[in-house]
């Protein structure tokens, strides 16, 4: 079974960067794409971007200057990292399985992400 | 980018069919799915492609629509349904999704 495991630091100063890691099982990150999705206090969900079996990237436009996902497939893990956090990027950070682009089918547990000094 | 726009929030009684709507700001052919979300958990895939039953998803739930009105329906709803529906397009770039409808039962 495919399964998905975010880790990082739970607390971000503002304008430092946010760097998560997901680790995969059951599945070759090597297949398919893999995307990082985060979900605002207040129900609002983003997808931030994903990265594919080739190793493209595609992220939303709204953070293209900040966002970063690449990958480590010998450890069959990726990663996320966003420069210049603010407060507004105080969120639930969730990894998945983006099913050949087009929508997540399998999701990581999420890891709350506090943007504060 | 595509807004797509769900009602709040819905209360049902056990047993009761419900229907949740998304409608979307421009077409989106049948690339919508559809997300539960319960406290605590991350999202569960329900159904993909408008109407597509996803693995191990009881049959109660299905899926219909195209373009820009879309429909989850739940038949008959369970006391374990009560969670939160996401709708979610991959058709327009980027993908988005709305903003969610919580199901409460009465």
């Known amino acids: 079974e495919v399964q998905l495991q975010e880790s990082g630091p739970g607390l971000v100063k503002p304008s430092q960067s946010l760097s998560l890691t997901c680790s995969v099982t059951g599945y070759s990150i090597t297949s398919n794409y893999w995307g990082w999705i985060r979900k605002f206090p207040g129900n609002k969900m983003e997808w931030m971007g994903y990265i594919s079996y080739s190793g493209s990237t595609s992220y939303n436009p709204s953070l293209k200057s900040r966002i970063s996902i690449t990958r480590d497939t010998s450890k069959n893990q990726f990663f996320l990292q966003l420069n210049s956090v603010t407060t507004e990027d105080t969120a639930t950070y969730y990894c998945?399985?983006?099913?050949?682009?087009?929508?997540?089918?399998?999701w990581g547990q999420g890891v709350m992400v506090t943007v504060s000094s | 980018d595509t807004v797509l726009t769900q009602s709040p929030a819905l209360a049902v009684s056990p047993g009761e069919r419900v229907s949740i709507s998304c409608r979307a700001s421009e077409g989106v052919n049948s690339y919508m799915h559809w997300y539960q979300q319960k406290p605590g958990q991350q999202p569960k895939l329900l159904i993909y492609k408008a109407s597509n039953l996803a693995s191990g998803v009881p049959a109660r739930f299905s899926g219909s629509g195209s373009g820009t009105d879309f429909t989850l329906t739940i038949d008959p709803v369970e006391a374990d349904d009560t969670a939160t529906y996401f709708c979610q397009q991959s058709w327009n770039d980027p993908p988005t999704f709305g903003g969610g409808t919580k199901l409460e039962l009465k």
């Open positions: 998945a399985r983006w099913w050949y682009g087009g929508y997540p089918d399998y």
